[in-house]
């Protein structure tokens, strides 16, 4: 079985581009519809693009910022910081998405506006990802990509908090095994 590649529209300032190492004939363009994000302070941005349904994504990704920025420790300016990212996507069954992929790696994170204001602008770039877990007998769509882009995430904590609480218990209950999402800040 093999992912569907996903078209999907998106909102001016959220696109996100996954570019395939391995197989560089497949890209996945994501315009993710929506975004959420927590902030306690530079060290601890938690970011989730999602399609679909907050309660029941057909797509998401997590980002999350790896440490304080310091000078000359990251490219191009100071502002920028290291981030994790986790690509989860759920196919299958039509609506009731009955498979998933998940896709982890590292890159780096440019806020283009100050965190912890209503909206998080911010760029992300040459961000390795590799597929870590899936569906019993899922053939990779790729094995490895590279993701960059920019998106608009709205602050809200509490919403996070639950809607990354739920991801993890969805994707447990589909890999049937303890999941890789977190609800603390890691």
């Known amino acids: 079985m093999m992912i569907p590649t996903l078209l999907v529209g998106c909102n001016a ?19 993710f519809e929506s975004g959420l994000y927590r902030f306690s302070d530079m060290n601890n941005i938690t970011v989730m693009l999602y399609d679909g349904k907050l309660t029941k994504p057909d797509q998401a990704l997590v980002i999350h910022t790896q440490w304080i920025p310091a000078n000359a420790s990251t490219p191009i300016t ?38 912890g204001q209503d909206r998080l602008n911010a760029s992300v770039w040459q961000a390795s990802l590799r597929i870590t877990d899936s569906s019993k007998g899922l053939e990779e769509h790729f094995d490895q990509a590279q993701l960059h882009g920019n998106f608009t995430a709205e602050y809200d904590p509490g919403a996070m ?12 209950q589909m890999l049937g095994g303890p999941p890789y999402v977190r609800t603390d800040n890691q």
Not at 13 to 31: A, D, Q, R
Not at 81 to 97: E, L, M, Q, S, V
Not at 101 to 110: E, H, I, P, T, W
């Open 78 to 115: 100071s502002k920028a910081t290291n981030a994790t990212f986790r690509y989860i996507n759920f196919f299958g069954g039509g609506n009731d998405k009955k498979n998933v992929a998940v896709y982890r790696g590292a890159g780096y994170l440019y806020p283009n506006s100050t965190p």
């Open 13 to 31: 300032g959220s696109k996100i581009t996954i570019l395939g190492v391995s197989s560089p004939n497949i890209t996945i363009k994501s315009g």
């Open 161 to 172: 908090n639950q809607a990354m609480s739920q991801l993890r218990r969805r994707v447990g």
